[in-house]
């Protein structure tokens, strides 16, 4: 067993540590609004409920390690006093990663992840449509814990109203954890989700995915790709050039024989097949092909 002393070594290695050993953790997907009425959405996984009288959330917008920067989920907390917690379920893990892409200042998240603005009723962030559960809060407090890099910050939150998915309520009016279907952060890329074990979900903090926004509105609209192949499509960093589409698909037959066919369905449908096998690019590229 190694022992170890958390002033002694990078600040990048010790998080990991703990984020490896501390998991499963629960994800708040907290949606703010700037002091100019910017919509704000990102994930944060230091994050639980502390209390049921007064209902009480918290959760930690954490310094960056590399550079000691803070997040504008932090500053719209102590600016506005008010955040949307919606939870994560596995149906929008891919576009809640998504949403985790550092965009610039203003840019808006919800519009990037392609998922659903709904107007809050007391507070005036917006709320995620998508999620099973989503919490309205005002924020009592923000305690900082420190000002080097993962420093965290506890945003005290206090829930003054809760909406529930009818979807995810057995027949006694309370939520079923498997219809649910939660998923929870464990250390690097991996995930859990409840009843089903780990997966991996790609980290898009070191590129800059194009967006569910960028996805042509006829792909979108199809009904063939689920928002989490929607979140795939969108954290690809640059659409594949026409030279890679050729090259793809001069020796590949079967994408010969859909675009010969002249059957949008059948395209997609393929495109949606290297997207179960996490071949994002190759699924571009069919979208992409022509005659």
């Not at 929870?184 to 074990?197: E, I, K, L, P, T």
């Amino acid at each position: 067993m190694i022992s170890i002393d958390p002033k002694e070594i990078a600040p990048a290695k010790l998080q990991g540590y703990l984020q490896g050993a501390v998991a499963p953790r629960p994800i708040a997907f907290a949606s703010t609004l700037d002091e100019n009425g910017n919509p704000n959405l990102s994930p944060f996984s230091f994050f639980n409920v502390f209390s049921s009288n007064p209902p009480i959330l918290i959760f930690s917008p954490a310094r960056r390690v590399r550079d000691n920067s803070i997040k504008h989920t932090l500053i719209n907390s102590k600016s506005t006093k008010e955040v949307v917690i919606n939870v994560v379920n596995y149906d929008i893990v891919q576009q809640m990663s998504l949403s985790s892409t550092e965009y610039p200042d203003g840019v808006n998240e919800f519009e990037k992840s392609g998922l659903t603005m709904v107007k809050s009723d007391i507070v005036k962030p917006f709320r995620v449509a998508e999620s099973p559960v989503q919490f309205e809060c005002i924020i009592n407090e923000v305690i900082a814990l420190g000002d080097q890099g993962g420093a965290g910050n506890l945003v005290v939150c206090e829930v003054v109203k809760i909406h529930i998915n009818e979807a995810v309520l057995d027949e006694n009016g309370t939520i079923d954890q498997h219809k649910i279907d939660l998923v929870s952060r464990m250390g690097g890329n991996w995930y859990s989700r409840a009843n089903m074990g780990m997966f991996e979900v790609e980290k898009p903090i070191s590129t800059l995915g194009i967006g569910v926004d960028a996805i042509p509105v006829e792909v979108k609209e199809s009904n063939v790709f689920t928002g989490n192949d929607l979140g795939k499509l969108g954290n690809i960093e640059a659409i594949p050039s026409e030279e890679e589409i050729t090259i793809f698909a001069k020796d590949n037959f079967e994408i010969k024989a859909v675009l010969s066919s002249d059957d949008v369905l059948k395209k997609y449908q393929l495109a949606k097949k290297y997207l179960d096998n996490n071949d994002t690019k190759s699924a571009w590229q069919v979208l992409l092909a022509k005659k």
